[in-house]
């Protein structure tokens, strides 16, 4: 990236940062989406200013994410995602309203739980993040977040599930009708990312979306979820017939949350 100290030299394209950072422009673009990575729209184009970008990476270098009261910075990639859920957090049968009313109903049980004390600065943070780019990832699912947790800090990581059987437009990246909803909270990026990443593994698993969605009660909701981690924790301790398989460190006999560190 050129030193220029004009404006055109100032401001980068994704091309440009996919470049510097040595990722695709597939990569930036979900960076952008989890608000991972600091960027601005101008005429529905991304762009990102030089000194951001670069105070992105020495923070990135340092390692200063910050930390979560209530869980060590270092074991939340441990802890299954049913630990951060619970049948309070769980609104089934949301009917169909703005983003603003959705919005509103999921960071409800995060006030009353005391997670998040500051409801009404929460949800703007939700709805600032929506209108940067829809967190609607397709198939019917949403991930609504805040861009910077840390500036929002929930007393600790935590998820909320909510289902609207009959849909409501999210502008998602498929233009499809969003039914299930699953918001994160946490007061550190780099808990965060991980969140975002074991919400994607989650949703990536065949007809997940439709079975949370399909689930008459938020107890069945955690039943779906318990299910999950089962088949989970089996495929990942499942014996292999490889020769790599020996002297395996034992690690993988507990379900994890993978970083969410972006490739």
Known sequence: MRDNSDIKGQILTIQDVAEALMVSVKTVTRMLQDGAIPGFKVSN???FHRDDLNSWLKQKRRGTEGH??????????????????????IITGLAPDTPAGILEKLAAPLAESGI???????VEG????????STGIGGGAAIPHVRYPERL???RPALVMGTC???????????KPVRLFLL????????HLRLLSAIRELLAAPDMTARLVRAASAR????ELMKYEVRQHSSRTRPSSGPLHAGGSGRENHPKIKKGETE
């Open 45 to 47: 184009q991304w762009r």
């Open 68 to 89: 979560s009261t209530g869980f060590l910075h270092g074991e939340v990639h441990e802890t299954p995602l049913s630990r951060l859920v619970n049948e309070q957090l």
């Open 116 to 122: 998040v004390s500051d409801k009404k600065l929460f």
């Open 126 to 133: 939700l709805l600032q993040r929506e209108e940067m780019m």
């Open 153 to 155: 800090p929930a007393d």
């Open 165 to 175: 059987p009959e849909g409501v437009e999210w502008k998602a990246i498929d233009g």
């Open 184 to 191: 994160p909270a946490s007061g550190s990026v780099t808990v």
């Open 220 to 223: 069945d909701i955690m039943s």
